[in-house]
């Protein structure tokens, strides 16, 4: 088959260039996008007079008739016609003769292909949005049924000071919400159309770029042709976004297999995610956090990929950018695959109160309170740190909790201390004291709940 740049060539690609070079057993996934974007190409050719009205016209109906048969799964991808650009213009051609071929006017497959991406990227942030918001709204729910519960918090895994357990979730609210707004921000880069730089310098046609654009919601057109047909930092920072929730998501995964383990016994997933051993019938494994765990690191090789791809190429647009949509595609299919399985195993995840609790016994979690309670008495922090340390060595010396210390074995500490220390020391005072903004105190705790409430409230997607 004699390509449609095939002009000036003599000799017919190898089969095995067709394969190599060939990406529309992949972009084939911008159809859609590509249709759309040629809708809108045609209908401003025709309002521009670059080509006959009626020819505008043909030419968008037949383009309205692939796009059906591509919904309905009736299309079946040629690899000889390359990519996704030069299939839908060889269907056309077949929906509506010869005129089919004027709708190449004024643009190339580099500002093409831009475009395209573009429209794919601007969807895929818009459903990940949407299943966000799902997330927020499981770890808000979850949050304030367990804004009461009490659970040891750690720092370097070691038990530190209590926190309530609403508190520990809304802190991935904190993250995940930062991961949305990343999101929503890169729409204000991704919304800007390049159609029109052509190949790299432009056109000489009257084109009206604006009216593209504005026919795809977009915000306004790229300022540099050069730019236009070469950039994509928008793909870059979208997988950069993408594997920054895979992060989140793995850090929270990370926890929950922890935390579902014998040791720590916090949490129990649900049968419906969770499986066995072959050989062990004892045996509950949390496999589908361990493989959101495990799938983090394959979103961030598609983020060096991308990164790779572009770091050396000289502008303006060059064959290796072809090496992006497989990268783009599985970032976008992997995060939407993970969240989709990891809001209802969250949702169904039964929780040990009373384990959480208890595991707040011990450890010395409230020994910072002592600590705080000498200087709240006059003496300097670092003196302060230091008694309660020496008082600390003489429980772990005579398997005691501070809490269990007598009044005597107190003041051999420090005279400072009185028969109030007692109440200090409670695991629901250590809590509740924190009261600071943002901190873990019941009442901080539920202003925290309020204000994300009200901000999910205000999500539109």
Same mark, same amino acid.
């Given at each position: 088959m004699k390509k449609a740049w095939g002009g000036r060539f003599e000799k017919e690609t190898a089969s095995l260039m067709d394969d190599f070079h060939s990406s529309i057993h992949f972009d084939c996934r911008l159809a859609e996008e590509d249709i759309r974007g040629s809708i809108a190409h045609a209908t401003m050719l025709g309002d521009a007079e670059i080509i006959p009205k009626s020819e505008s016209e043909?030419?968008?109906?037949g383009l309205k008739r692939i796009l059906e048969k591509v919904k309905a799964g009736q299309i079946v991808w040629d690899q000889t016609a390359e990519d996704i650009?030069?299939?839908?213009? #060889? =269907?056309l051609i077949q929906e509506i003769g010869e005129v089919g071929? #004027? =709708?190449?006017?004024?643009?190339?497959?580099n500002d093409q292909v831009a475009l395209d991406t573009k429209l794919y990227l601007r969807a895929e942030i818009l459903e990940l949005q949407k299943i966000l918001k799902g997330l927020f709204e499981v770890i808000l729910k979850i949050a304030t049924r367990e804004k009461g519960t009490i659970m040891p918090g750690y720092t370097h895994l070691q038990r530190a000071q209590p926190i309530l357990f609403g508190h520990h979730l809304m802190a991935y609210f904190e993250m995940f919400r930062r991961d949305f707004e990343r999101f929503e921000d890169s729409l204000k880069r991704v919304t800007v159309s390049p159609l029109g730089s052509g190949a790299l310098a432009g056109t000489g046609f009257p084109i009206n770029r604006g009216q593209v654009a504005a026919a795809l919601d977009f915000s306004g057109v790229t300022a540099n042709s050069l730019d236009g047909v070469s950039d994509r930092d928008f793909v870059a920072e979208f997988i950069f976004n993408t594997a920054l929730i895979m992060m989140h998501l793995s850090r929270f995964c990370e926890e929950l297999v922890l935390w579902s383990s014998m040791e720590f016994s916090f949490v129990e997933m649900d049968d419906a995610y969770s499986t066995g051993s072959s050989i062990m019938p004892q045996k509950k494994n949390p496999d589908v956090a361990e493989l959101i765990r495990g799938k983090t690191g394959r979103v961030y090789g598609d983020l060096i990929t991308i990164l790779t791809v572009m770091k050396g190429l000289p502008l303006a647009y060059n064959k290796d950018m072809q090496e992006d949509k497989e990268a783009?595609?599985?970032a976008s299919d992997t995060l939407k695959g993970c969240l989709t399985i990891f809001i209802p195993m969250l949702d169904t995840m039964a929780i040990n109160r009373e384990r959480m609790l208890e595991a707040t016994k011990d450890g010395f979690l409230n020994a910072t309170d002592l600590a705080d309670y000498l200087v709240g008495k006059g003496l300097p922090f670092r003196t302060a740190h230091g008694v309660v340390g020496k008082l600390v060595k003489h429980c772990l010396d005579?398997?005691?909790?501070?809490?269990?210390?007598?009044m005597e074995e107190f003041r051999a500490g420090s005279a400072l201390i009185s028969e109030d220390i007692y109440e200090i020391l409670k695991i629901e005072n250590v809590v509740q004291v924190r009261n600071s903004s943002g901190g873990t105190s019941f009442d901080q705790v539920k202003l925290e709940l309020e204000r994300a409430g009200k901000w999910l409230e205000l999500i539109s997607v």
């Amino acid at each position: 088959m004699k390509k449609a740049w095939g002009g000036r060539f003599e000799k017919e690609t190898a089969s095995l260039m067709d394969d190599f070079h060939s990406s529309i057993h992949f972009d084939c996934r911008l159809a859609e996008e590509d249709i759309r974007g040629s809708i809108a190409h045609a209908t401003m050719l025709g309002d521009a007079e670059i080509i006959p009205k009626s020819e505008s016209e043909t030419i968008i109906i037949g383009l309205k008739r692939i796009l059906e048969k591509v919904k309905a799964g009736q299309i079946v991808w040629d690899q000889t016609a390359e990519d996704i650009h030069m299939n839908v213009e #060889k =269907l056309l051609i077949q929906e509506i003769g010869e005129v089919g071929k #004027k =709708l190449h006017t004024a643009r190339s497959r580099n500002d093409q292909v831009a475009l395209d991406t573009k429209l794919y990227l601007r969807a895929e942030i818009l459903e990940l949005q949407k299943i966000l918001k799902g997330l927020f709204e499981v770890i808000l729910k979850i949050a304030t049924r367990e804004k009461g519960t009490i659970m040891p918090g750690y720092t370097h895994l070691q038990r530190a000071q209590p926190i309530l357990f609403g508190h520990h979730l809304m802190a991935y609210f904190e993250m995940f919400r930062r991961d949305f707004e990343r999101f929503e921000d890169s729409l204000k880069r991704v919304t800007v159309s390049p159609l029109g730089s052509g190949a790299l310098a432009g056109t000489g046609f009257p084109i009206n770029r604006g009216q593209v654009a504005a026919a795809l919601d977009f915000s306004g057109v790229t300022a540099n042709s050069l730019d236009g047909v070469s950039d994509r930092d928008f793909v870059a920072e979208f997988i950069f976004n993408t594997a920054l929730i895979m992060m989140h998501l793995s850090r929270f995964c990370e926890e929950l297999v922890l935390w579902s383990s014998m040791e720590f016994s916090f949490v129990e997933m649900d049968d419906a995610y969770s499986t066995g051993s072959s050989i062990m019938p004892q045996k509950k494994n949390p496999d589908v956090a361990e493989l959101i765990r495990g799938k983090t690191g394959r979103v961030y090789g598609d983020l060096i990929t991308i990164l790779t791809v572009m770091k050396g190429l000289p502008l303006a647009y060059n064959k290796d950018m072809q090496e992006d949509k497989e990268a783009l595609f599985d970032a976008s299919d992997t995060l939407k695959g993970c969240l989709t399985i990891f809001i209802p195993m969250l949702d169904t995840m039964a929780i040990n109160r009373e384990r959480m609790l208890e595991a707040t016994k011990d450890g010395f979690l409230n020994a910072t309170d002592l600590a705080d309670y000498l200087v709240g008495k006059g003496l300097p922090f670092r003196t302060a740190h230091g008694v309660v340390g020496k008082l600390v060595k003489h429980c772990l010396d005579n398997h005691k909790r501070l809490e269990d210390l007598s009044m005597e074995e107190f003041r051999a500490g420090s005279a400072l201390i009185s028969e109030d220390i007692y109440e200090i020391l409670k695991i629901e005072n250590v809590v509740q004291v924190r009261n600071s903004s943002g901190g873990t105190s019941f009442d901080q705790v539920k202003l925290e709940l309020e204000r994300a409430g009200k901000w999910l409230e205000l999500i539109s997607v």
